[in-house]
């Protein structure tokens, strides 16, 4: 339970609250860092930082490179440098191969990863396995629960 702004600052413990400034700009802190996050003008905001998906996506792509640099420098593989890039879009779920779900619409993430250095092609596939195995992108394809409820 959160019951101070020094709560906040507590490791997994994230605030959003709105900012004041703008129609949908939010102050987000988390670990001790205060980030914006808005929409963009096309949706009635201010573009003054990144939309929720865009937080999203950030939070899988960061996941992803320094689950990939851990295991790098553990094993001592000659990656030089990961860049991931990531981009969010909703489909027609009968579109999905392999999908559960038939009817309606999904979500998908598109992640491409780039790796650079000179590794050879069993080096690069067992990356590609490890990315996989980053905590966020575990959470994001387990099963989730969110628990709401109203401030005492």
Known sequence: MVTSDQDANIGGIVVVEESGQGKYRQRVTAGGH???ADEPKSAGGDDAGPNPYEFLL??????TSMTLRMYADVKKLPLEKITVTLQHERIHAEDCAGC?????RIDRILRIIDLKGPLNE???QR???IADKCPVHRTLQGEIRIVTRVSD
């Open 122 to 124: 069993d080096q690069r």
């Open 34 to 36: 205060t980030l914006v």
């Open 100 to 104: 559960e779900t038939k009817e309606g």
């Open 127 to 129: 990356l590609l396995e």
């Open 58 to 63: 950030s939070a899988l792509g960061a996941c």
